[in-house]
């Protein structure tokens, strides 16, 4: 059977890469975007969101904050505009991070700081649902 080869990177480093992934479900700008092996060519921006990636029997999700994903013979490249592991997610900054958006929300007085408060929300909000996301085999966090 054949398999993705997939490779996750930000302008830092390289976040994630496999070459024997059976799939991936990416949050595309126009809704979740599922690939496959063997899937037909394709570029998309992306969502800010939960981008899951099945190989074998177990399943590994990554925060992904905006890039763009390409799929072309049985690869697949995500340039993300930030990108990290599950186990990687600090919940107490995140909270932090939230915390302080929503201050910045609260007090913000031209739609720049808006603007830029609900970005930032958005992203600590991704961070801990995931965080917090009870998984089995994922290499996320345990319940709990």
Same mark, same amino acid.
Do not use: C, W
């Given at each position: 059977?054949?398999?993705?080869?997939?490779?996750?990177?930000?302008? %830092?480093?390289?976040?994630?890469?496999? &070459?024997?992934? =059976?799939?991936?479900?990416?949050?595309?700008?126009?809704? =979740? #975007?599922?690939?496959?092996?063997?899937?037909?060519?394709?570029? =998309?921006?992306?969502?800010?969101?939960?981008?899951?990636?099945? @190989?074998?029997?177990?399943?590994?999700?990554?925060?992904?904050?905006?890039?763009?994903? %390409?799929?072309? *013979?049985?690869?697949?490249?995500?340039?993300? +505009?930030?990108?990290?592991?599950? @186990?990687?997610? &600090?919940?107490?900054?995140? %909270?932090?991070?939230?915390? =302080?958006?929503?201050?910045?929300? /609260? *007090? $913000?007085? +031209?739609?720049? +700081?808006?603007?830029?408060?609900?970005? $930032? #929300? /958005? /992203?600590?909000?991704?961070? #801990?649902?995931?965080?917090?996301?009870?998984?089995?085999?994922?290499?996320? /966090?345990?319940?709990?």
């Amino acid at each position: 059977m054949a398999n993705l080869s997939v490779e996750i990177v930000t302008g %830092e480093r390289v976040v994630y890469q496999n &070459d024997q992934v =059976s799939m991936v479900v990416a949050p595309g700008a126009e809704g =979740s #975007l599922g690939i496959l092996p063997s899937h037909a060519p394709l570029v =998309s921006l992306l969502q800010e969101g939960e981008l899951r990636i099945k @190989s074998g029997g177990s399943e590994e999700a990554l925060a992904v904050h905006g890039g763009f994903l %390409e799929v072309i *013979n049985n690869k697949v490249v995500v340039l993300a +505009d930030t990108a990290e592991r599950i @186990s990687e997610i &600090d919940i107490e900054r995140a %909270e932090v991070a939230r915390a =302080s958006a929503e201050e910045t929300l /609260r *007090n $913000a007085k +031209d739609s720049v +700081d808006i603007a830029e408060a609900e970005a $930032a #929300l /958005r /992203r600590a909000a991704i961070r #801990l649902r995931l965080a917090r996301k009870p998984r089995g085999q994922s290499g996320g /966090r345990p319940p709990g």
